[in-house]
Protein backbone atom coordinates (compact mmCIF):
# COMPACT_ATOMS: atom_id res chain seq x y z
CA UNK A 1 0.00 0.00 0.00
CA UNK A 2 1.77 3.42 -0.98
CA UNK A 3 0.33 6.40 0.98
CA UNK A 4 0.97 10.29 -0.28
CA UNK A 5 0.05 13.69 1.29
CA UNK A 6 -1.58 15.91 -1.31
CA UNK A 7 -0.68 19.43 -0.09
CA UNK A 8 -2.82 22.41 -1.04
CA UNK A 9 -2.31 26.16 -0.42
CA UNK A 10 -3.03 28.04 -3.48
CA UNK A 11 -3.17 31.85 -4.03
CA UNK A 12 -7.29 32.05 -3.69
CA UNK A 13 -7.15 30.01 -0.30
CA UNK A 14 -6.78 33.37 1.56
CA UNK A 15 -8.86 36.27 3.20
CA UNK A 16 -9.02 39.29 4.63
CA UNK A 17 -10.97 39.41 7.82
CA UNK A 18 -11.45 41.57 10.86
CA UNK A 19 -11.63 40.41 14.37
CA UNK A 20 -11.03 40.51 17.99
CA UNK A 21 -10.14 37.92 20.16
CA UNK A 22 -11.38 37.40 23.60
CA UNK A 23 -8.61 36.93 26.57
CA UNK A 24 -11.97 36.81 29.72
CA UNK A 25 -15.21 38.22 29.94
CA UNK A 26 -13.74 41.72 30.44
CA UNK A 27 -10.33 41.79 28.50
CA UNK A 28 -10.09 41.61 24.44
CA UNK A 29 -8.31 42.95 21.76
CA UNK A 30 -9.30 46.03 19.64
CA UNK A 31 -10.94 45.80 16.54
CA UNK A 32 -8.53 44.69 13.95
CA UNK A 33 -7.66 42.86 10.87
CA UNK A 34 -5.71 40.00 9.10
CA UNK A 35 -4.69 38.81 5.94
CA UNK A 36 -5.45 35.23 6.60
CA UNK A 37 -3.99 32.20 5.04
CA UNK A 38 -5.41 28.43 4.24
CA UNK A 39 -2.90 25.55 4.00
CA UNK A 40 -4.31 21.85 3.84
CA UNK A 41 -3.10 18.28 3.71
CA UNK A 42 -4.52 15.43 2.34
CA UNK A 43 -2.77 12.65 3.08
CA UNK A 44 -4.35 9.27 1.88
CA UNK A 45 -3.60 5.85 -0.20
CA UNK A 46 -2.65 6.22 -3.92
CA UNK A 47 -5.05 4.26 -6.01
CA UNK A 48 -4.66 1.81 -8.91
CA UNK A 49 -4.61 5.37 -11.06
CA UNK A 50 -1.47 6.54 -9.62
CA UNK A 51 -3.33 9.26 -7.36
CA UNK A 52 -4.87 9.61 -4.50
CA UNK A 53 -8.11 11.18 -5.69
CA UNK A 54 -9.62 14.57 -7.66
CA UNK A 55 -8.72 16.69 -5.09
CA UNK A 56 -10.26 19.56 -7.15
CA UNK A 57 -13.83 19.73 -4.65
CA UNK A 58 -11.91 19.87 -1.91
CA UNK A 59 -10.02 23.09 -3.60
CA UNK A 60 -12.94 24.57 -4.34
CA UNK A 61 -14.52 24.16 -0.95
CA UNK A 62 -12.10 25.99 0.89
CA UNK A 63 -12.03 28.47 -1.98
CA UNK A 64 -15.70 29.13 -1.52
CA UNK A 65 -15.22 29.14 2.25
CA UNK A 66 -12.30 31.98 2.03
CA UNK A 67 -14.54 34.27 -0.47
CA UNK A 68 -17.55 34.34 1.99
CA UNK A 69 -15.51 35.17 5.05
CA UNK A 70 -13.68 37.60 2.63
CA UNK A 71 -13.57 41.35 3.66
CA UNK A 72 -15.84 40.70 6.57
CA UNK A 73 -15.92 41.52 10.22
CA UNK A 74 -15.73 38.08 11.89
CA UNK A 75 -17.46 37.28 15.37
CA UNK A 76 -17.79 34.47 17.67
CA UNK A 77 -21.07 33.14 17.46
CA UNK A 78 -20.83 30.98 21.16
CA UNK A 79 -18.61 32.58 22.84
CA UNK A 80 -19.72 33.03 27.03
CA UNK A 81 -18.29 36.41 26.63
CA UNK A 82 -19.82 38.06 23.80
CA UNK A 83 -23.32 38.47 23.20
CA UNK A 84 -24.47 38.98 18.96
CA UNK A 85 -27.67 40.48 18.70
CA UNK A 86 -28.84 40.75 14.64
CA UNK A 87 -31.80 43.67 14.30
CA UNK A 88 -34.65 43.83 11.47
CA UNK A 89 -33.36 46.81 10.34
CA UNK A 90 -29.94 45.62 8.53
CA UNK A 91 -27.62 46.00 11.90
CA UNK A 92 -25.69 43.40 14.37
CA UNK A 93 -24.74 44.66 17.60
CA UNK A 94 -21.94 42.83 19.71
CA UNK A 95 -22.16 43.17 23.50
CA UNK A 96 -18.94 42.61 25.36
CA UNK A 97 -18.45 43.84 29.05
CA UNK A 98 -20.05 47.10 29.24
CA UNK A 99 -19.32 47.47 25.60
CA UNK A 100 -21.50 47.22 22.58
CA UNK A 101 -20.00 47.40 19.36
CA UNK A 102 -22.60 48.23 16.03
CA UNK A 103 -21.98 46.76 12.91
CA UNK A 104 -23.59 46.77 9.60
CA UNK A 105 -25.01 43.12 9.14
CA UNK A 106 -23.54 42.98 5.45
CA UNK A 107 -20.11 43.23 7.10
CA UNK A 108 -20.78 40.34 9.59
CA UNK A 109 -19.78 36.65 9.77
CA UNK A 110 -20.85 35.36 13.00
CA UNK A 111 -18.82 31.88 13.37
CA UNK A 112 -19.92 29.07 15.25
CA UNK A 113 -17.26 29.53 17.21
CA UNK A 114 -16.18 30.44 21.11
CA UNK A 115 -13.75 32.51 20.43
CA UNK A 116 -12.43 34.46 16.65
CA UNK A 117 -8.62 32.64 16.77
CA UNK A 118 -6.51 30.65 14.56
CA UNK A 119 -7.25 27.58 16.52
CA UNK A 120 -11.00 27.78 15.90
CA UNK A 121 -10.83 28.87 12.46
CA UNK A 122 -8.60 26.07 11.36
CA UNK A 123 -11.30 23.71 13.05
CA UNK A 124 -14.10 25.41 11.22
CA UNK A 125 -12.17 24.81 7.94
CA UNK A 126 -11.49 21.55 9.18
CA UNK A 127 -14.81 20.18 10.49
CA UNK A 128 -16.38 21.72 6.59
CA UNK A 129 -13.66 19.70 4.82
CA UNK A 130 -14.44 16.41 7.06
CA UNK A 131 -17.92 16.59 7.45
CA UNK A 132 -18.63 14.04 5.00
CA UNK A 133 -16.60 10.87 6.22
CA UNK A 134 -17.88 8.76 3.08
CA UNK A 135 -16.57 11.15 0.92
CA UNK A 136 -13.05 11.00 2.95
CA UNK A 137 -12.86 7.12 2.96
CA UNK A 138 -14.37 6.72 -1.04
CA UNK A 139 -11.52 9.42 -1.48
CA UNK A 140 -8.86 6.76 0.45
CA UNK A 141 -7.78 9.80 2.24
CA UNK A 142 -6.97 8.68 6.19
CA UNK A 143 -5.83 11.98 6.96
CA UNK A 144 -6.53 15.63 7.02
CA UNK A 145 -4.22 18.57 8.50
CA UNK A 146 -5.70 22.53 8.57
CA UNK A 147 -3.66 25.16 9.01
CA UNK A 148 -4.82 28.41 9.18
CA UNK A 149 -2.27 31.61 9.45
CA UNK A 150 -2.78 35.08 10.20
CA UNK A 151 1.11 36.10 8.61
CA UNK A 152 4.33 34.67 7.89
CA UNK A 153 5.23 32.29 11.13
CA UNK A 154 2.20 32.18 13.11
CA UNK A 155 -0.07 29.04 12.23
CA UNK A 156 -2.72 26.92 13.94
CA UNK A 157 -3.11 23.43 12.84
CA UNK A 158 -6.51 21.20 13.73
CA UNK A 159 -5.77 17.52 12.30
CA UNK A 160 -8.72 14.59 11.57
CA UNK A 161 -7.66 11.02 10.88
CA UNK A 162 -9.99 8.14 10.12
CA UNK A 163 -8.39 6.25 13.24
CA UNK A 164 -9.90 9.32 15.43
CA UNK A 165 -12.80 8.66 17.67
CA UNK A 166 -14.12 11.65 16.43
CA UNK A 167 -14.06 13.92 13.31
CA UNK A 168 -12.89 17.18 15.45
CA UNK A 169 -10.22 15.83 17.43
CA UNK A 170 -7.96 18.63 17.16
CA UNK A 171 -3.87 17.93 17.12
Avoid at 98 to 118: G, H, S
Avoid at 134 to 149: E, F, G, N, Q
Amino acid sequence: MRTTTIELFKEEMKFSAGHFTMFSATERENLHGHNFTVYVALEGVVGDTGMLADYGGYKRWITERCKQWNETFLLAGRSPWLNVEQHGDGTVTARFADERIPFLARDVTVLPAANVTLEELARLFGEGLCGDVDRLRHDRIVSVTVKCASGPGQWASWRWSSSSLSSSEPT
